[in-house]
């Protein structure tokens, strides 16, 4: 009887339902979201990127000011890039892959300026790829409209764009002495009249450029600019800049020599036991020491520096050659 119930029921909910639709209508797929990025308030917090810092103030000349607050957008291959001026440049990929990639290559950071020009735009500390973070210099050229033009990546995780504005079409639209305040326009000047006279050299010169431009908000200090350094530690990052290279190779030969003094204080050689090898390296002597036949002490000058720390119990960690930064920002040829 429950059986024949539940059967009554089901024909009277199908009944009240009606017939049919002649066709159903099929579902829309969204093949790309209406905004992504740090810009669009309609995602959840958790789904917006996260920048890491606010953008530098907006400075330069007065007449792209306007293009603060804009966006503007290139779609290359399965990525969508957007350059938002003196904000950020994102990039999203456009695939329906649950875990497709969308990060920040960059948030504005300062100008690049040579010869009297604003040569490009830095967008610098975006996400962290492997040892460092995304960064992108965006060129300003001439075009009759204000559109993204081209975007590519020279080097891992440095990007170069090109971005086309009918605002620097003229001549002088990127010259940088005519949007200085008339006090920095003196000192200009000033620095120039001292060229001229010979009271400074042409590296005094481009110093005191720099510092002005820094004052005037163009260029950031080199403090500013030092590389923030990411998770991972020194040994998997190696060294970012060549004075970072020579400062901890001169803490590794004050180490090395304490420790020589902590040998000879108790009276344990320098030399390494016969037939053990150097750590990373095959059988053999060192590179740059003569062989040792029998019965022959080791010069002095030419003991080896890795078995020192055998004895004790250390490795000398090994300091990487300096990795090159390509598209480093700042005054470049003759200002």
Not at 257 to 264: E, V
Not at 288 to 302: A, F, N, W, Y
């Amino acid at each position: 009887m429950a059986a024949g119930l539940a059967r009554l029921l089901l024909l009277l909910g199908l009944s009240a339902r009606g017939p049919a639709p002649a066709g159903a209508a099929k579902m829309k797929v969204v093949e790309e979201p209406n905004t992504f990025g740090v810009n669009n308030p309609f995602l959840p917090q958790a789904s917006r990127l996260q920048a890491k810092r606010d953008p530098s103030p907006v400075s330069g000349p007065a007449h792209l000011f306007r293009l603060s607050g804009k966006c503007f957008s290139l779609v290359e291959s399965t990525y969508k890039y957007e350059f938002c001026p003196f904000h950020n440049v994102t990039q999203h990929e456009q695939t329906f892959r649950w875990n497709a990639y969308s990060g920040i290559l960059g948030i504005w950071h300062e100008w690049e300026i040579a010869n009297n020009t604003f040569t490009g735009m830095w967008m610098r500390d975006g996400d962290a790829c492997r040892s460092r973070s995304r960064q992108s210099k965006v060129e300003l050229a001439c075009g009759k409209s204000n559109r993204l033009a081209h975007v590519s990546e020279p080097s891992t995780c440095i990007y170069a764009l090109t971005f086309e504005t009918p605002l620097v079409c003229h001549p002088h639209a990127l010259l940088v002495y005519p949007t200085l305040p008339e006090a920095l326009q003196r000192r200009w000047d000033q620095v120039e009249q001292d060229l001229a006279d010979e009271l400074i050299t042409p590296q005094g010169h481009e110093k005191l450029l720099r510092t002005l431009f820094e004052d005037a908000g163009y260029l950031k200090t080199p403090e500013e600019n030092e590389p923030t350094q990411l998770e991972g530690g020194p040994d998997s990052l190696g060294f970012e800049t060549l004075e970072n290279c020579r400062k901890a190779h001169k803490e590794l030969s004050k180490e090395i020599k304490r420790l020589k003094g902590l040998l000879t204080q108790h009276g344990i050689p320098y030399r390494r036991p016969t037939g053990e090898s150097p750590v990373g390296r095959g059988p053999g002597p060192l590179s740059h020491s003569p062989p040792v036949g029998p019965g022959e002490d080791r010069p002095p000058g030419v003991l080896a520096e890795t078995s020192n720390l055998e004895h004790l119990g250390h490795k000398t960690p090994r300091a990487k050659p300096p990795e090159q930064l390509r598209g480093d920002p700042g005054l470049r040829g003759s200002l």
